[in-house]
């Protein structure tokens, strides 16, 4: 069984910056994508950003200049760092991870989310 384990989630005003951090754990041969997601209440969950084994980010349209994500292989940890946030980048903010489980299985794993909340 593999978990995820996000933090950094909180309150900021707007223009402010916050870092999630999101850390995978259990039974990990290697991890394939880690990335971000979120939901707002009363719209559906939505791609924030995503970053291959090898590094490569993928961004929303929305996130653009403003966010960036990372990823430390050896510590299984994908990190979001947003900057100049706005009032609509409150949501829950979900981990997802592609996490090779066994000798020849692989598993789509979730975070339980962090509440991030900007204030105008």
């Known amino acids: 069984q593999v978990q995820l384990a996000e933090s950094g989630g909180g309150l900021v005003q707007a223009g402010g910056s916050l870092r999630l951090s999101c850390a995978a754990s259990?039974?990990?041969?290697?991890?394939?994508?880690m990335g971000w997601y979120r939901q707002a209440p009363g719209k559906q969950r939505e791609l924030v950003a995503t970053?291959?084994?090898?590094?490569?980010?993928n961004y929303a349209d929305s996130v653009k200049g403003r966010f960036t994500i990372s990823r430390d292989n050896a510590k299984n940890t994908v990190y979001l760092q947003m900057n100049s946030l706005k009032p609509e980048d409150t949501a829950v903010y979900y981990c997802?991870?592609?996490?090779?489980?066994?000798?020849?299985?692989?598993?789509?794993?979730w975070g339980q989310g962090t509440q991030v909340t900007v204030s105008s």
């Open positions: 259990g039974r990990i041969f290697s991890t394939n994508a």
């Open positions: 970053i291959t084994s090898g590094g490569s980010p």
């Open positions: 997802h991870a592609g996490v090779r489980d066994g000798l020849s299985s692989w598993g789509q794993y």
